[in-house]
């Protein structure tokens, strides 16, 4: 029984399909937009020096912060300069006062769609305090910090102070990956923190020395200085692996029959009725010869 009460023909079929995928389009192109407004493209910084210091006048009723930093990067950004000089009132008559002297001071931070980086390079470098202008803190030939973050990999730091090292004027001997501590009597101590690296499945951070400082020099009007000097320090943060392309969703065959098969099917018809026909003559065709040559028999 042929009939078109509980088939649809194929033209409606496709028209309600591409109904569908148009209805569908604004909800995917809003779900796509959602994800790369989420996209991390990763971060990277640098700083050659920096200082958390309190520092005491000697009448002891003020106390004064030394927080200062040369060459702070955050990616795309690099800096270059070899002095850092600084301004306390009531230490060192208000003058200005070196904080930090070097031949090479260089912080660089870069991003890219695969990397972030930050790297430090310090070279032949001082570092004062206020109240000790003919002391310096610590002397160091070379100083190297490095964070690497490659994403989909996992992230690698490194630091090393190269060369000989000086802390309130006595050569120290370094202890890789310890602690050093420097006391001088009438002048104060010093802990030294070597090579701190720290990393996570995305991050790393690279600091070369980090320096706890005691001091009382007794000086300028100074009573104590306290606090911590950073040099050299990395970090990074890896940008998120790129999502591979969805390939699109195959084409669905409508259901129901072919356009073809679905107009012969309304007429009881197959696509094998031209055959059909092309046979049912040649036979008629066969038949009326064999009838002809009959007649001419019995004639």
Known sequence: MNSNAFRMPARRVAATAAAAALAAGPATLAGAGQAHATDDRGRAGAVVLRTGLDVS???RTVDVPLAVSLNEVRAPRSAEKTTLTAKLDGVEGGRAFTVLGAEVARASATVTE????GSVHLAHAKVHLPGLPLLSLIEVDQVTAKAVCAAGEKPVASADPLGAVTVLGKRTTLTAGGITEVK???VGEVRLDLTSLRTTSRTAAATALELKVSVNPLKL???DVEGTVTLAEATCKSPTVAAAPTEPAAEVE???APVEEANLAETGGSSATPYVAAGAVALLVAGGGAFAMARRRRS
């Open 57 to 59: 006048l000697l009448d």
């Open 114 to 117: 695969e990397k972030a980086e």
């Open 184 to 186: 001088v009597p009438g």
């Open 221 to 223: 009007n100074v009573a």
């Open 254 to 256: 409508p259901q129901g």
